[in-house]
């Protein structure tokens, strides 16, 4: 008998005993893509059921444990077959024996007692390095029932659930699922790095409260690509202390575009560095390139910052810095420093009279912002679009249909 086949009848013999230990069924294994194997622990052999009604909290924790701790340093699957599996609060805790994927081919169904949540998060997965969300399944957030309850203002702590958030992950991915309805944010990346989060498609209806699709904070080289977003807050807010950060391919809309901030709303926020926004299309959004920061804020630096290749149809807002946000709160400026700030080739239509806004700080204006291949048409019949900016002096060039006698000359 060869060697390979030797080490892997010992691991699949490993895993088969380490479940009759823990009690649970045997496990299955197969040949992953790339050509190794790897151990299947199926959450329904681990005691969930996918009827949609019994609750599988317990199970589904009972099945990660299982899955990460098992013997051995091959990767390992818990799978979610077809079937609707409900569920309440889960954490997915590491440091694991090996590379995790959770497979997700059903649907898993988010509890509506929101008295079930008290981390502020549906589904968790932290600690851990290697982990990778896929199958081509569907989280149902169910929204809809409990959006009645988000806070009215849209800005406390106090939101609802994140339906699924990567914490402490390093080299992660959350690639080929669908998110449908979030009780708050739809998805989240928060302390990691080396993370992907491609192929979803996050949906929920434009007049959702705090939905956002995708939240990024105080992580570090995060790629984004081939999203479908519609929802009724951001489609990618990239909030403090990230650095580089890569968004392409991204159809946004219904939403309020793809924002960087907001920034300075806490006392110990870091700054943000190297953002890069490419290659995407915003639909019937209320901002399309946004910058925005608190008043009254810690100082810190937003900088090093693209805005790329995008194409805006109907966009209210397509080109917007706000450094005066939530000011009618507080009347003390802000004081992130915005600068090196690009945004290039950008086209299609506007759905307000002004397409272009630099509104800095009086305590800390804007640095180095450039506006290059600018072409936006009134989507209006007969309107004119304009310019306004405070605080800063944009380099510009080559913009048609724009009046820019509040941001100065060609």
């Known amino acids: 008998m060869a060697l390979s086949e030797i080490k892997t009848l010992s691991l699949i013999l490993a895993l088969s005993l380490f479940s009759l230990k823990a009690g649970s069924s045997p496990l299955g294994a197969r040949r992953n893509l790339l050509g190794g194997n790897e151990a299947v622990f199926d959450v329904t052999t681990l005691g969930a059921k996918g009827d949609g009604k019994f609750d599988n909290t317990q199970a589904m924790i009972k099945a990660w444990n299982a899955a990460c701790k098992a013997p051995g340093p091959a990767p390992r699957t818990l799978l979610f077959p077809t079937g609707n599996f409900m569920c309440g609060e889960v954490v997915f805790q590491g440091p694991c024996n090996g590379p995790m994927t959770i497979e997700i081919q059903g649907t898993i169904t988010g509890s509506t007692d929101l008295s079930l949540y008290t981390q502020g998060v549906w589904i968790t997965v932290e600690d851990i390095t290697g982990v990778f969300v896929t199958g081509g399944g569907t989280l149902d ?9 988000a806070p009215k203002n849209g800005g406390g702590d106090d939101l609802l659930p994140v339906s699924i958030q990567f914490s402490k992950v390093t080299h992660g991915s959350i690639n080929n699922i669908k998110i449908l309805n979030s009780k708050g944010f739809h998805s989240k990346v928060t302390w990691s790095t080396d993370v992907t989060v491609s192929n979803l498609n996050i949906v929920a209806p434009g007049d959702s409260p705090n939905t956002d699709g995708l939240h990024i904070s105080s992580s570090s080289n995060v790629n984004v690509t081939n999203i479908l977003v519609g929802t009724g807050d951001d489609c990618i807010s990239i909030g403090e202390g990230n650095t580089n950060v890569l968004v392409s391919n991204v159809t946004c809309g219904p939403g309020h575009g793809i924002s960087i901030g907001s920034l300075g709303k806490r006392p110990n926020e870091k700054n943000v560095k190297g953002i890069k926004v490419v290659n995407c299309t915003l639909t019937n959004t209320t901002n399309g390139a946004r910058i925005k920061t608190y008043h009254d804020s810690p100082k810190l630096s937003a900088m090093g910052i693209v805005y790329e290749d995008i194409v805006m149809n109907q966009v209210t807002n397509p080109i917007i810095i706000d450094q005066h946000y939530a000011s009618k709160k507080n009347p003390t400026p802000s004081n992130v420093q915005i600068s090196d700030v690009h945004f290039r080739n950008i086209r299609g239509t506007s759905n307000s009279p002004v397409a272009v806004t630099l509104n800095c700080s009086e305590a800390v204006p804007c640095q180095g912002v450039e506006l290059a291949d600018i072409n936006l048409a009134p989507f209006k019949p007969g309107q004119t679009l304009s310019s306004t900016c405070f605080n800063a ?18």
């Open 393 to 410: 002096k944009p380099t510009i060039t080559r913009i048609e249909n724009i009046g820019l006698a509040g941001c100065g000359s060609k």
């Open 141 to 149: 957030g169910k929204g809809d029932e409990v959006w009645q309850f």
